[in-house]
């Protein structure tokens, strides 16, 4: 393993970790990332998380919780597991802030709406392939994630780099029934215009092409007001 190929790896990791800590935390934290070393055909990555000019190591208990952070990354790891490089066959959304994920193979598993936001987050997906299964199909045997405060947070063999691929939310769309409770931050009534919406961790928006609804709402038998969903 060269040095251009060790820097690689790190880079996608900590490109990974800033999506994570972004969406929990906002955009005003970093990561910083420390590599403790190889061992054989392994690689261990310890990480820190840094706040504007202050820098404190994950296992020092702190307000922003670093050990939700940590539970983030391991419950991220586990979806992409679980998928194994193909996207669901359903999505449900519950209102505990939870995810109903079912996998081509018909199994469930539930995930914090947190963790499908990063896990269908494209950039966030190249990261992981990044430094997870590129790394294990070019170099190494298995990577493992810990800190001293939780010990492992998660350990891939090279078995599993597949799973480790984009899944974006426009695939998922395609190949599946997603059903969520959405906060409409702002409707529009031209044709072909979009609304835009609020799920809980994401404002995003969305065309309405459910032609009912939309007689419905042209003749004014739907109306909407204020923190409706």
């Known amino acids: 393993m060269n040095s251009y190929d060790v820097a690689t790896y790190i880079m996608g990791f900590s490109d990974f970790a800033g999506i994570v800590s972004r969406k929990l935390y906002g955009e005003k934290i970093e990561m910083r990332t420390e590599i403790q070393g190889f061992r054989g055909d392994s690689l261990d990555i310890h990480f820190f998380v840094h706040i504007g000019a202050i820098a404190f190591p994950l296992f020092v208990s702190q307000p922003l919780s670093p050990k939700e952070l940590m539970d983030i990354i391991r419950e991220c790891i586990k979806v992409w597991l679980h998928l194994e ?15 109903e994920i079912t996998n081509q193979g018909g199994q469930l598993i539930y995930a914090n709406d947190v963790t499908f936001n990063i896990i269908t987050d494209s950039k966030a997906g190249v990261a992981a392939q990044r430094f997870i299964k590129d790394a294990l199909e070019k170099d190494l045997s298995f990577i493992r994630l810990d800190s001293k405060a939780d010990g492992e947070i998660a350990k891939i063999e ?17 190949q599946s029934e997603i059903q969520l409770n959405l906060l409409i931050e702002q409707a529009s009534f031209k044709e072909k215009n979009k609304w835009r919406f609020f799920d809980g961790a994401d404002h995003f928006h969305a065309e309405i092409i459910d032609e009912e609804f939309q007689k419905k709402i042209d003749a004014g038998d739907e109306r909407f007001g204020k923190g409706d969903n």
């Open 158 to 174: 090279k078995k599993d780099a597949d799973a480790f691929i984009p899944i974006t939310l426009s695939e998922m769309t395609r």
């Open 85 to 99: 490089g193909k996207p669901p066959t359903a999505i449900n959304k519950h209102s505990n802030n939870q995810v």
